[in-house]
């Protein structure tokens, strides 16, 4: 009896029930409207608007700050985010920052040590215990985002359900508008939310650190608009990237630099290089440690005049830096042409090529190194 107490039973019926309507009006609209491609085209369009003002909007922008947007973004972000049914944005970003403040802790409201079920969709089902949320006081300043909270089911019901059956109403079915762009886009973008929460405090690789649960999975990114690079957002909560590299799958991140190009985002913040680097070679070394090489082996090979794997991290950070910089000379010099002439960035071009390869180099005997230890090791 207590337990029932317990239970949230609006998210319970509304988490619960949503996939059988969806269901149900698929079925229905196969059996009484005529299917068109279209309503493929309205499921992923919707798909990736109200996914993207989760992640792009509720999670980067507004629960981290990453960057600065134009008040069209921001209400774009509000009005779409709404659609996604996971709550308005002060109560998502207040829940999320105590994600990372307290992460795996009890007071992690979705903490993955609880197992998958808890942090997938059980925390939601619970009714939150006293004294409740406090409201991050930045975000109550901003007046489109007290709005958003004023009129959050409102915002839902409009763009979640009532949108996309008028779409589907000028495509011919109207059932069917409701089906793919309204129901089952909304079970498919929650869980999508709901699988960070969960698989990405599971699976994957620790990165950068080893300081909480979250992983890098490339395969979760590929569903959750670029989100899955998960430890690297943990360790590095206040970049717009979570795919640091720019081959590294990022919808998200692609959306917030285009919109930069335009001028509706801006002080897109990038933690430096070198700190990436840094905590990428600390964690290897950890897992060289982990596996049994004790740190008397390093001495040893000092004494057997084998680079040590701390000297050759040196002398790589060392090539990073020179490298980094000479990248920033490059650019500088770039833009001045007319005071310095063409010759003398050419002079830096060929600088920087070097430096480049210097870098490369002292990071492949850094990892030769790292592989020889590994097999010495195991
Ligand atoms: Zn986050
Ligand atoms: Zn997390």
Redesign the pocket.
């Known amino acids: 009896m207590e337990k029932l107490k317990k239970i949230d039973w609006v998210n319970l019926l509304f988490l619960g029930l949503t996939p059988f309507a969806a269901g149900l009006a698929i079925y229905v609209h196969f059996t009484t409207e005529v299917w068109s491609y279209q309503l493929l085209t309205l499921f992923i369009v919707s798909y990736f608007l109200t996914g993207l003002a989760i992640t792009a909007g509720y999670?980067?922008l507004f629960?981290?700050r990453s960057y600065k947007a134009s008040w069209w973004v921001r209400f774009f972000y509000l009005v779409f985010g709404a659609g996604a049914f996971e709550n308005s944005c002060l109560k998502w970003s207040a829940d999320?920052?105590r994600?990372?403040q307290e992460v795996d802790t009890d007071n992690d409201p979705y903490n993955a040590r609880k197992g998958f079920f808890y942090s997938h969709i059980g925390w939601v089902l619970i009714k939150e215990q006293s004294p409740g949320t406090v409201f991050p006081k930045d975000l109550l300043k901003d007046p489109l985002v007290r709005w958003q909270h004023k009129y959050y089911l409102l915002l839902a019901g409009l763009v979640g359900f009532a949108l996309p059956t008028l779409v589907g109403f000028f495509l011919g079915a109207p059932i069917g508008g409701l089906a793919f762009g309204g129901l089952l886009r909304i079970v498919v973008v929650q869980h999508s939310t709901f699988f960070i929460n969960s698989l990405a405090h599971m699976y994957g690789k620790s990165t950068y650190t080893d300081k909480n649960s979250a992983k890098d999975n490339l395969w979760l990114s590929f569903f959750t608009y670029g989100?899955g690079f998960?430890n690297f957002?943990?360790k590095f909560?206040i970049d717009y990237r979570n795919g640091p590299r720019w081959y590294h799958w990022d919808p998200t991140k692609w959306l917030i630099k285009t919109l930069s190009f335009f001028g509706q985002t801006d002080r897109l913040i990038k933690v430096p290089e070198s700190d990436i680097l840094k905590s990428k070679m600390l964690m290897e070394k950890k897992i060289l440690l982990a596996k049994g090489l004790q740190t008397s082996r390093f001495d040893q090979f000092l004494k057997d005049k084998m680079p040590s794997l701390d000297g050759l991290q040196m002398k790589v950070e060392e090539a990073h830096l020179k490298f980094i910089d000479l990248k920033k000379e490059f650019k500088r010099v770039r833009n001045e042409i007319p005071l310095h002439g063409k010759e003398k960035l050419f002079q830096i071009q060929g600088n920087l090529k070097v430096a480049r390869l210097e870098f490369k180099l002292a990071y492949m005997r850094w990892y030769t190194q790292r592989k020889y230890l590994l097999v010495t090791v195991s």
């Open positions: 999670h980067r629960s981290h999320h920052r994600h990372h989100e998960h957002h943990h909560q």
